[in-house]
């Protein structure tokens, strides 16, 4: 069995506990001061997680902007309320963008346009979400139906996750025609803060980070969440690709990188310290998980459809059934490059795997 078989996820969650310097988030339109000169804040999302944190930081004459939020007409109402309240007599300095989700990218462009402020971005975030916006049908190209059908989800699964599942990536607004690339080994000064900038993947590639080693604070984005397994999914363009792997290379290197006691700002759920023990707890949920799928393939050649439940036992709607099925792919990829699954034979066309004992 392989590295990744094996772990033990009662025994990371039974080591130690987070603690939160906040025990509940701002309403929406407030904001709280979470650490000296940096403001954390939420928007709403629609869906089953329901917010984004967004912070500001003292930029001198104004604030630095992290994140945007989806490109909905209740974000934007919010946004409104934050600019009424407690932004207000201040101006916006520039937003950074943590990586290509709607969630965070979806208002960079209605934001950088009505405050004419520059937007901050790793290189694959600009483009990858400049290519949806010039072309929003290629999330329904056949590239998507047959990465779907050869994994064996049936015609009307694979439809839905084709049109509903992926329509939340068109939540985003045009962005500007200029941008400025923040890469992995950068040092970006804001206000008085003096940032390493770092990118990690797994999550979404090139996702950004910023570290600020003398104060102590991290803003993590969606790499590591206090609560949530962040989704780690293989793309259909990059089917052989694995992300899982990327995901625990970056989640070790933030473990040695960034000090234990350090505070951790996050994309979603509450700010909290525990790194060093939330990367334990997220290794050990991906080993256990692959030891699961290890045991499910054992008796014999499986299709990934049918292996969905193992990992995913509850009822899944479209939205989450993408994030799902391709998080399935990315254990699957993983192990199948550490020899711990092998493909199995199977009709043309379709994906079969087993498990290599
Ligand atoms: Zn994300
Ligand atoms: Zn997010």
Known sequence: MSALAGGSLEAAKAASKLAYPQDAPPATGEAIEIAPGVLWARLPLPFRLDHINLYFLDDGDGWAVIDAGIASQPAKEAWD????????????????????????????????????????????????????????GRLEARVYTDFYRRNGLDDETNKRLSTLGHGYLRMITTLPSTFQRLVAGDRLRIGGRDFAVLSGDGHSPEQIMLH?????????????????????????????GDPLGLYLRSLTALRRDVARETLVLAGHGLPFFGLHQRVDQLIAHHEARCAALFEACRAGPRAPSQLLGVI????????????????????????LRLGSLKLAPAKAGATQVVAAL
């Not at 709607?102 to 290189?123: C, K, V």
């Not at 969606?222 to 990059?238: F, H």
């Not at 036992?313 to 990315?330: K, S, T, V, W």
């Open 81 to 136: 309320r934050l600019l009424a309240g407690p932004l207000r007599g201040r101006r916006l300095t520039r937003l950074v963008v943590t990586h290509a989700h709607p969630d965070h990218i979806g208002l960079a462009g209605w934001l950088t346009e009505r405050f004419d402020i520059p937007l901050l971005a790793s290189q694959t975030a600009y483009l990858e979400c400049l290519s949806t916006s010039l072309d929003p």
């Open 312 to 335: 995913f036992p509850r009822e899944l709607d479209p939205h989450q059934m993408g994030f799902a099925f391709n998080e399935l792919l990315a254990h699957i990829n993983a192990m």
């Open 212 to 240: 600020d080693e003398a104060a102590r604070v991290l803003i993590v984005a969606d790499q590591v969440l206090a609560k949530i397994s962040p989704n780690v999914s293989v793309s259909p363009v990059d089917p052989q």
